[in-house]
């Protein structure tokens, strides 16, 4: 109630604030580098990345210090890490169900997933976003096989430099409800647990658009998401270890 009592007072300000954002915030390029490949030695680990901008790494100088690249630097000493990127810039969680669902299935043991606040931009409400990433998990685990999705909790949109106010107070008081309906739905008792983000975003720590991570956002998102699979499919976890040691279909 709140939320919409503020969009009908502000609504002519919070559209003018955003049509100024997307017109003077600079487009950042999603980085070069491989978005698939293989490291480590170990049992075989196969792991997607997939959802939007920060998923494709936008704030890092390449792949290596992106999210893909930090959580396959950290699987790695313990894992034949064989890992794949599927995430674009603008994508929300519709798009990713959409895009997933027309490309060739290829099999997967976790998926850590990177998505919301394109919805948030979107107008997207908490029950339709939660119930969209359900249909997400679910296309996860019947499609592509994974055992094990690490769903990204929405950053700290209302620290997010390149917004100005109220603008900012509005998406992040958005962006709130859609991760706490987020966290609330998990773990749904089929692989799927919720990573809170953790810490906090200032200008020093975000790319240069002062919308996306940088690099150290990115090596401490990869190294949480790494610990919660490294607890899931390490040795202490029979069924795991097994399903991780057989080649793809």
């Given at each position: ?14 559209l ?62 313990r ?12 994508a ?26 394109n ?16 249909v ?42 859609l ?22 975003l ?45 080649e793809?279909?």
């Open positions: 109630m709140k939320l919409a009592l503020a969009q009908a007072a502000l609504g002519p300000l919070l003018a604030q955003g049509r100024r954002v997307r017109r003077t915030t600079p487009v950042l390029p999603e980085p070069p580098g491989a978005r698939e490949g293989e490291a480590g030695e170990g049992p075989l680990l196969r792991v997607l990345v997939t959802g939007d901008s920060a998923g494709a790494g936008v704030g890092a100088a390449s792949q290596e210090e992106a999210l893909a690249g930090r959580l396959v630097a950290q699987l790695a000493p894992f034949r890490v064989r890992w794949r990127v599927v995430a674009k810039t603008g929300t969680t519709a798009s990713t169900i959409r895009h997933l669902s027309r490309l060739e299935a290829f099999a997967v043991d976790v998926a850590v997933t990177s998505l919301g606040v919805d948030v931009t979107g107008a997207v409400g908490p029950a339709k976003f939660v119930a969209r990433q359900a997400l998990h679910a296309l996860l685990r019947e499609r592509f096989g994974a055992r094990q999705v690490v769903v990204s909790g929405l950053p700290p949109v209302h620290a997010f430099p390149a917004l100005p106010q109220p603008l900012r107070w509005y998406l992040g008081a958005r962006a709130r409800e991760d706490a309906a987020l966290a609330a739905s998990l773990p749904d008792g089929q692989g799927a647990e919720f990573l809170p983000f953790d810490g906090s200032d200008r020093a720590s975000m790319a240069s658009d002062g919308f996306h991570p940088g690099p150290a956002v990115y090596a401490a998102w990869g190294a949480a998401a790494a610990a919660r699979i490294s607890r899931k499919f390490g040795p202490g976890d029979n069924d795991g270890a097994a399903a991780t040691a057989q793809p279909k």
